[in-house]
């Protein structure tokens, strides 16, 4: 007996954009990317794991915060420049608003030691949400192309996270060589194929 494949979501109106990236920005307090992915992944599927790695590396490549960006390219791809504007709308209005008053609020209590104290405890756990995000984003490449992900992604590591090389040299070097390995390795295939 096959399993019906399921239907891919309709396309998002405006207004679920804007509450969908507004949700994920409420929600995202200091991990706003992990509970995006989150969002456009699991909850709405309006990505593919494979699609959010493909616009996500668009997006890195932009400037500004990646998520900011993310959220663009997806309203566009729904709804034209009118959906990037809610999705944009959403992502930066809550989360603005939150952040302009946790930081009147900081500098007022900032020499409580319990604020200190808090505040300690908060980056582990953020950074147990970045850790856990990559993890999940790597699942899909890694099955996809073992080959090329495992040299480039931990060539990358080494450089940027070890040796604390400046992050755009290292992709402006990492990108054109993950470029030539994925077509060697295309046009290997196509010539096997053709055999």
Excluded at 134 to 155: E, H, S
Excluded at 178 to 185: F, K, M, S, V
Aim: charged share 10%; proline share 8%; aromatic share 8%.
């Amino acid at each position: 007996m096959s399993v019906p494949a399921t239907a891919p979501p309709a396309a998002p109106t405006h207004a679920q954009l804007f509450l969908h990236f507004t949700w994920a920005g409420v929600r995202g307090f200091g991990g706003v990317f992990v509970m995006g992915r989150r969002m456009l992944v699991e909850e709405t599927r309006w990505l593919t794991p494979e699609e959010f790695i493909e616009v996500l590396g668009l997006c890195q490549f932009m400037p500004g915060p990646n998520i900011v960006n993310v959220s663009v390219v997806v309203g566009s791809r729904y709804r034209g420049w009118t959906g990037a504007l809610a999705a944009l709308s959403g992502i930066l209005l809550a989360p603005s608003v939150i952040a302009v008053g946790l930081a009147a609020a900081y500098q007022r209590f900032s020499a409580v030691p319990m604020v200190a104290h808090v505040m300690g405890a908060l980056a582990p756990a953020a950074s147990g949400l970045v850790l856990g995000s990559a993890i999940k984003m790597a699942m899909p490449v890694l099955a996809r192309d073992r080959v090329l992900a495992l040299p480039v992604g931990l060539g990358v590591l080494i450089a940027a996270g070890f040796l604390h090389w400046p992050l755009v040299p290292v992709l402006l070097v990492a990108a054109p060589v993950g470029l030539a390995i994925a077509w060697a390795r295309r046009d290997s295939a196509t010539e096997l194929e053709a055999q």
